[in-house]
């Protein structure tokens, strides 16, 4: 597996922590907004065991859970029990070298590789589903976070499911994809719904242009929005031991455009200039346009080319782009517009303007002063025309995690509330939760909640307020 590796950063927050514990009376420096009642849950790679070649995308899923209620705080950190965990806990070893790939060593009798649950958790329908882009979704018992097993809905869905489904914030419904619907590296996609009680109303598939990763996807109002870009899955590549996914730009850039109520075969494609994007800020339509914000590159990060020589760094740092789809217009082509220059990634807003227009975004983002990649140190705020309207940095040596908004009340005017995020001290090898104020991030963290261990670099979280 010739996947590159992710380039070695300023701290060293990557390395997987070897336990799970309770900490329940955490010191709070500051004092927490006694509005935050509920639990952050925070979904990343915590590998169980050292393997061999093995890409950090692929290190078993570890959930932090912070639970805050009347300005106190506690923590639970638990890894998810897939059955490729589970069978390495037994054998007492790596069995698995991510990917679904065997190690040589491994006994026969070894279950395949079941994916790894660490890319995001979510809540919806009465469930808490830890998600990775490659497997069916993992249910974990809230509180606790003992996995109860994969979560197909009844039979209702069918093969991978994407750790970033969307949901409506007037219906309920969540929308979701799949990549290689059909088998590892086919170009087929699965699509459909889980309406507010999760139960599945829909699912379907369709043919993608050619075989994509495609770790996100848009969703306002009325349209699905799918980007085929060309990071490419091989087949061929993977079996002769070269990489089975590969920045390949001669493929072409495409997002197809289908109606939520339409069919897959009524789908529009358009063109645009090469590019990759692991993930939308937000969309919304605008008359006979649609308009999305998203986080892109020019090439695709942490792969290689199909002949295993890297990217270019420079060109492989994201930064907040907005899209333009004229549905009207008598093209197939959308525009790309970078909105700031400013290397970043990890883009939120305030959930209950999910596909519809807004006019707050936050980020995780580099330290414009240290041409370093993934290294993100601040948070940055936008507009709803990617504005800055505010910047906060962090002491050198620091990192920060995907920012969370959480709104004061639910009918709190849109960007009203607080931004949770994982903080990670270098300088004491631990981390914070940091909460700041959503609207003056300026002025930092409201109140940091301390742990005496580190979290380690993850990927996604959301807020789940009390019931």
Same mark, same amino acid.
């Given at each position: 597996?010739?996947?590159?590796?992710?380039?070695?950063?300023?701290?060293?927050?990557?390395?997987?922590?070897?336990?799970?514990?309770?900490?329940?009376?955490?010191?709070?420096?500051?004092?927490?907004?006694?509005? %935050?009642?509920?639990?952050? /849950?925070?979904? +990343?790679?915590?590998?169980? =065991?050292? @393997?061999?070649?093995?890409?950090?995308? !692929?290190?078993?899923?570890?959930?932090?859970?912070?639970?805050?209620?009347?300005?106190?705080?506690?923590?639970?950190?638990?890894?998810?029990?897939?059955?490729?965990?589970?069978?390495?806990?037994?054998?007492?070893?790596?069995?698995?070298?991510?990917?679904?790939?065997?190690?040589?060593?491994?006994?026969?009798?070894?279950?395949?590789?079941?994916?790894?649950?660490?890319?995001?958790?979510?809540?919806?329908?009465?469930?808490?589903?830890?998600?990775?882009?490659?497997?069916?979704?993992?249910?974990?018992?809230?509180?606790?976070?003992?996995? %109860?097993?994969?979560?197909? /809905?009844?039979? +209702?869905?069918?093969?991978? =499911?994407? @750790?970033?489904?969307?949901?409506?914030? !007037?219906?309920?419904?969540?929308?979701?994809?799949?990549?290689?619907?059909?088998?590892?590296?086919?170009?087929?996609?699965?699509?459909?719904?889980?309406?507010?009680?999760?139960?599945?109303?829909?699912?379907?598939?369709?043919?993608?242009?050619?075989?994509?990763?495609?770790?996100?996807?848009?969703?306002?109002?009325?349209?699905?929005?799918?980007?085929?870009?060309?990071?490419?899955?091989?087949?061929?590549?993977?079996?002769?031991?070269?990489?089975?996914?590969?920045?390949?730009?001669?493929?072409?850039?495409?997002?197809?455009?289908?109606?939520?109520?339409?069919?897959?075969?009524?789908?529009?494609?358009?063109?645009?200039?090469?590019?990759?994007?692991?993930?939308?800020?937000?969309?919304?339509?605008?008359?006979?346009?649609?308009?999305?914000?998203?986080?892109?590159?020019?090439?695709?990060?942490?792969?290689?080319?199909?002949?295993?020589?890297?990217?270019?760094?420079?060109?492989?740092?994201?930064?907040?782009?907005?899209?333009?789809?004229?549905?009207?217009?008598?093209?197939?082509?959308?525009?790309?517009?970078?909105?700031?220059?400013?290397?970043?990634?990890?883009?939120?807003?305030?959930?209950?303007?999910?596909?519809?227009?807004?006019?707050?975004?936050?980020?995780?983002?580099?330290?414009?002063?240290?041409?370093?990649?993934?290294?993100?140190?601040?948070?940055?705020?936008?507009?709803?025309?990617?504005?800055?309207?505010?910047?906060?940095?962090?002491?050198?040596?620091?990192?920060?995690?995907?920012?969370?908004?959480?709104?004061?009340?639910?009918?709190?005017?849109?960007?009203?509330?607080?931004?949770?995020?994982?903080?990670?001290?270098?300088?004491?090898?631990?981390?914070?939760?940091?909460?700041?104020?959503?609207?003056?991030?300026?002025?930092?963290?409201?109140?940091?909640?301390?742990?005496?261990?580190?979290?380690?670099?993850?990927?996604?979280?959301?807020?789940?307020?009390?019931?």
């Amino acid at each position: 597996m010739q996947q590159q590796t992710a380039p070695d950063t300023a701290f060293s927050n990557q390395g997987p922590i070897p336990m799970e514990c309770d900490a329940p009376f955490l010191k709070v420096k500051g004092e927490l907004p006694r509005e %935050l009642n509920g639990t952050l /849950y925070r979904n +990343g790679p915590n590998p169980q =065991f050292d @393997a061999p070649g093995a890409h950090w995308f !692929v290190g078993d899923g570890m959930l932090h859970a912070f639970h805050l209620e009347n300005g106190r705080a506690s923590y639970r950190n638990r890894w998810v029990r897939t059955p490729k965990w589970q069978a390495e806990h037994d054998t007492g070893r790596a069995l698995f070298g991510g990917f679904g790939r065997k190690l040589p060593d491994a006994p026969a009798t070894a279950i395949p590789d079941g994916g790894v649950a660490n890319t995001n958790i979510i809540f919806h329908g009465g469930r808490l589903l830890a998600l990775e882009e490659a497997h069916l979704p993992m249910e974990i018992e809230p509180g606790t976070l003992a996995t %109860l097993g994969s979560c197909n /809905y009844g039979g +209702g869905i069918k093969g991978p =499911f994407t @750790a970033h489904p969307k949901i409506d914030p !007037v219906t309920g419904e969540m929308m979701f994809f799949g990549y290689n619907a059909a088998g590892p590296f086919t170009p087929a996609l699965s699509f459909g719904s889980v309406d507010a009680s999760g139960v599945v109303t829909r699912f379907d598939r369709f043919e993608a242009p050619y075989t994509s990763m495609v770790h996100d996807f848009v969703a306002t109002e009325n349209h699905l929005l799918f980007p085929i870009l060309p990071l490419t899955g091989s087949m061929t590549r993977a079996m002769s031991g070269r990489p089975p996914y590969a920045w390949e730009p001669e493929k072409g850039a495409y997002v197809g455009v289908m109606k939520r109520n339409g069919s897959a075969g009524d789908s529009v494609w358009f063109r645009a200039e090469n590019c990759y994007v692991f993930h939308i800020m937000n969309a919304w339509e605008d008359g006979d346009r649609i308009i999305a914000d998203v986080m892109q590159c020019e090439e695709a990060p942490l792969f290689t080319h199909p002949d295993g020589s890297p990217t270019d760094p420079i060109k492989s740092r994201a930064r907040l782009c907005r899209w333009i789809f004229d549905l009207a217009g008598n093209t197939d082509r959308f525009t790309q517009t970078y909105l700031d220059d400013i290397k970043g990634e990890f883009p939120r807003i305030d959930d209950r303007r999910a596909g519809l227009s807004s006019n707050h975004g936050w980020y995780a983002c580099a330290n414009p002063d240290l041409p370093m990649f993934n290294a993100f140190s601040g948070v940055m705020h936008v507009n709803g025309t990617g504005s800055r309207l505010g910047h906060y940095q962090l002491p050198a040596g620091d990192g920060i995690s995907e920012p969370v908004f959480v709104a004061r009340s639910d009918d709190a005017a849109e960007g009203d509330g607080w931004l949770l995020a994982t903080v990670y001290r270098g300088r004491e090898n631990r981390s914070d939760l940091a909460v700041f104020n959503a609207g003056d991030i300026e002025a930092g963290p409201v109140a940091l909640v301390q742990l005496a261990h580190r979290v380690p670099d993850g990927f996604h979280g959301n807020w789940v307020g009390a019931a």
